[in-house]
């Protein structure tokens, strides 16, 4: 990648940096990436660099290009390009590209709409040269493909990047800052003429007099070429200004480099994001877009970037350097808090495709899909983070919902979700130790001790008084008894590990659940409660092997009565947590050593996984609808993909792979988990490894965006999974 790069301070350096560390987050082992740092700033280090590249050097350009040809393993050249950066070395620039015989990819930072002709001449020279040009508005796609007759399939729309935040309460935020009470308008970057911030400053007199709260933010400092060139006299036009307008109590000068997460807490809490730029050949905006990022309804002047943002309803417009249009559009939208708070989550989710991670993954995989010897891409795995769950996790119990990583108490609690945690938060244990999980565990088997009625069976739904909800006498409650049965065997045969009284209390559960157990007839119900007596039956202080045995003939049945050559399963369709199902028949073979069983667990499997995994990717059942039996499976949704099957398929991956070995188990088991990671229909991340939680389902169109319990315990339970998988390995 040849590019500017930090130190030096300037847009296209800090997206590079940004891209390049998104790429070896998200990858291990895959591939090796140089740099080639841009006319460097003369303290910086050189040492992690490839090489410098210094234009005004003589024959720079044919030393690079001679140490590019001997990286003879490296197919592809990054070029990142701004005008300007190659100014008076533009055909040594070309040369170089033309000596390298390398694929060439071109970032345009930058597409002009109204080139000179030796700007159009070198566009469509370096056109020829480049296998693909990116960027990153479809305006600018339109511009090269009508302006410069460049072909539409050599250009590929990536938008910008942004930083994945954890979205921190608003008031809390303007508390910490000490702006209680005041209406915050932001705007950042390295400050230059070309900003125009006066326009915003002309227009606060109207907007103060309406709402007298407003403070105006200016953040960044001066761009050190605006500095080389004169000074701070821009800045102090603006303080000259601001005294003028009486603006001194409206206005604040933040002239600092801000480090990340402060800037990224600071557009949370601002109520309007500005963007005031009078250049009208400013095709994208990477401030824009982290604005947008953070949830910021936006108000701007029409660049392309605005436009498209603006077409999908998270900002307005104003004409360039109208400062009375703009006055009226912050006044209009001040005055409707509902329209901004529609603006931010249309932001966000206009801007969730665009978290540096799924940035990542977009360019690899276009490189991966034109390269003539596609590299072998291995995914670095996240750590096993469960801070999601305790935040979600109350005195109580763990909560339902979150909107988005923020706890939604008003969801109240399942016994679903906290016999789930109890699975999770007892296997991070085991993996690490953590001594104030503990805390959580005994927390999660209250709360399910709670649910348990006098007759042995459990109430699912409490709402965040602590009382059962009318939502018991209206759902079929079974298969909550199962996975309740499964948390508690988990915990029993596991007791080595935690204090005496959780073994005590197990025990006590399923002794209470005991006859209720005998009286299921929903098949999941029946597999999880199966499940959940087999690790009971690990502990050796009971055995379970006749009831294992009873509940693994009633599954038998019911495949045996629906079974068919073109449909091996147990019901005439597939719905949610199938896996379960021929995970549990391989676990009552384990225990009883009925050969049906076992059968009946293979043929199940197979069948289940050819159904799921096509091209080396998961894609589970969808819930906008189910596959019947008969019904072409390529008729049905993408969307509606939930993290919870995505689970459930490698934990039964993992128990089948330990039992039999077979590689290909191992190897699903790892496509599967990448379906967190990106390698889905949608090419996104499904894991937000910020905050630890997961995003609540991949739609045919979008991501669910809120992380709530189910499908945070989903992701944590599946790395805890591949951790075993792992460990087994050594």
């Known amino acids: 990648m040849i590019t500017t790069y930090p130190p030096k301070e300037c847009g296209l350096a800090t997206f590079a940096a940004d891209l390049v560390q998104a790429i070896e987050k998200q990858y291990s082992h895959s591939f090796k990436l140089h740099i080639c740092a841009l006319n460097p700033p003369e303290f910086a280090s050189k040492e992690k660099l490839f090489h410098v590249l210094e234009t005004q050097k003589k024959g720079a350009f044919q030393t690079l290009a001679q140490k590019i040809i001997e990286l003879e393993a490296n197919e592809w050249v990054i070029i990142q390009h701004e005008f300007g950066l190659y100014r008076h070395h533009e055909t040594d620039f070309l040369e170089l590209l033309n000596a390298i015989e390398k694929k060439i990819l071109v970032v345009l930072h ?81 400050l230059s003429s070309g900003k125009n911030i006066e326009t915003t400053l002309r227009a606060l007199p109207e907007v103060i007099h309406r709402f007298p709260d407003i403070l105006f933010l200016i953040v960044g400092k001066t761009h050190p070429g605006v500095i080389q060139v004169e000074g701070e006299q821009y800045r102090e036009s603006l303080e000259q200004l601001i005294q003028s307008l009486g603006l001194e109590n409206h206005t604040l000068q933040l002239n600092a480099f801000i480090e990340l997460p402060k800037l990224l807490d600071i557009l949370q809490l601002t109520d309007i994001y500005l963007f005031t730029s009078k250049n009208q050949d400013q095709a994208v905006s990477g401030t824009f877009a982290y604005a947008m990022s953070c949830g910021c309804p936006i108000v701007a002047t029409p660049i392309p970037h605005a436009l498209e943002v603006v077409q999908n309803g998270s900002g307005i417009l104003f004409d360039f350097e109208q400062s009375d249009q703009l006055a009226q559009q912050l006044i209009y939208l001040l005055d409707n808090p509902n329209l901004q708070s529609e603006m931010r989550l249309n932001g966000l989710h206009h801007m969730e495709p665009t978290a540096w991670e799924n940035t990542a993954i977009r360019y690899i995989h276009h490189l991966q899909t034109h390269s003539d010897q596609p590299v072998q891409l291995v995914y670095r795995w996240p750590v096993m983070n469960p801070n999601h769950v305790k935040k979600m996790t109350t005195n109580f119990g763990m909560l339902q919902f979150s909107k988005l990583n923020l706890p939604d108490s008003s969801s109240g609690y399942t016994l679903d979700d906290n016999a789930r945690a109890l699975i999770a938060i007892c296997q991070q244990f085991t993996l690490t130790s953590e001594a104030d999980l503990l805390i959580y565990i005994e927390r999660y088997l209250q709360f399910i001790e709670f ?102 003939h009633q599954l038998l049945t019911f495949f045996n009565e629906t079974a068919t050559p073109e449909w091996n399963w147990f019901e005439p369709y597939l719905t949610y947590g199938n896996s379960i199902l021929p995970e549990a028949m391989l676990l009552a073979w384990r225990v009883t050593l009925r050969p049906e069983y076992k059968t009946t667990a293979l043929k199940s499997m197979d069948f289940l996984l050819d159904q799921i995994f096509k091209d080396n990717q998961i894609q589970v059942i969808s819930n906008n609808g189910w596959l019947h039996a008969g019904q072409d499976r390529n008729t049905m949704s993408k969307g509606g993909q939930q993290p919870i099957d995505v689970a459930y398929t490698i934990m039964t991956l993992y128990t089948f792979y330990q039992e039999l070995g077979h590689p290909d188990y191992a190897e699903k088991m790892t496509q599967a988990y990448h379906w967190f990671l990106g390698e889905n229909n949608r090419n996104e991340i499904v894991y937000n490894p910020k905050t630890g939680g997961c995003y ?30 792992a460990n087994s390995k050594k």
């Not at 709402?463 to 199962?482: A, P, S």
Request: aromatic share 10%.
């Open 110 to 190: 930058t597409v002009l709409p109204n080139p000179s002709p030796d700007v159009e001449v070198f566009m469509k020279n370096l056109a020829f040269l480049t296998h693909t040009f990116v960027v990153m508005t479809q305006h600018s796609k339109s511009i090269l493909v009508e302006r410069y007759g460049i072909s539409a399939s050599k250009i590929k729309v990536i938008p910008h990047g942004t930083h994945l935040i954890e979205h921190k309460n608003e008031i809390e935020l303007k508390s910490q800052f000490q702006w209680e009470n005041r209406t915050i308008l932001t705007t950042f970057g390295l």
């Open 451 to 552: 649910c348990l009625q006098p007759d042995g069976k459990f109430l699912n739904y409490v709402n965040l008084d602590q009382c059962f909800t009318q939502q018991n006498e209206e759902t079929n409650l079974e298969d909550c008894f199962g996975r309740a049965i499964w948390a508690v065997g988990f915990l029993k045969a596991a007791a080595k590990n935690f204090p005496p009284h959780f073994l005590i209390w197990a025990e006590n559960v399923l002794e209470t659940t005991r006859i209720q157990r005998g009286q299921l007839e929903s098949p999941r119900a029946i597999a999880f409660t199966l499940k959940g007596l087999y690790f009971a039956h690990q502990n050796k202080t009971a055995d379970y092997r006749i009831e294992i045995d009873a509940l693994a």
């Open 696 to 725: 609540d389902g991949l739609e045919e169109n979008h991501m669910n965006l809120n992380q709530g319990a189910e499908s945070t315990l989903s992701h944590l339970l599946a790395r805890q999974t591949m951790e075993h998988f």
